[in-house]
Nanobody, 123 residues
């Protein structure tokens, strides 16, 4: 089992940047593919992207492609979501999740979740 804790959220102006971190404890995070999800008020949870266990493969939804980058440092048991050129529509609670297998674009099989961190982008 793995425990996940996100940090790095906050308030930023449109066009700005934030880097979210997802720190893992318990089992080593290198055993898991990691995904980032977000949920805006009144909306369903949205899959943002994912990274494979060793970081060789990544996937992003079209709405964030070219602006967001997922990376990982397995030595630090941490996964990152670098968000650039933020837009007001990126406002949401962002959560990381762990998957025992790489599923690419499919937001399935994520068994462990963090509590989320709020990102607010002002116009």
């Amino acid at each position: 089992q793995v425990q996940l804790v996100e940090s790095g959220g906050g308030l930023v102006q449109a066009g700005g940047s934030l880097r979210l971190s997802c720190a893992a404890s318990g089992r080593t995070v290198s055993s898991y593919a990691m995904g980032w999800f977000r949920q805006a008020p009144g909306k369903e949870r949205e899959f943002v992207g994912a990274i494979s266990q060793r970081g060789a493969r990544t996937y992003y939804v079209d709405s964030v492609k070219g602006r967001f980058t997922i990376s990982r440092d397995n030595a630090k048991n941490t996964v990152y979501l670098q968000m650039n050129s933020l837009k007001p529509e990126d406002t949401a609670v962002y959560s990381c999740a762990a998957n025992s297998r790489w599923n690419g674009a499919a937001p399935l099989g994520y068994d462990y979740w963090g509590q989320g961190t709020q990102v607010t982008v002002s116009s």
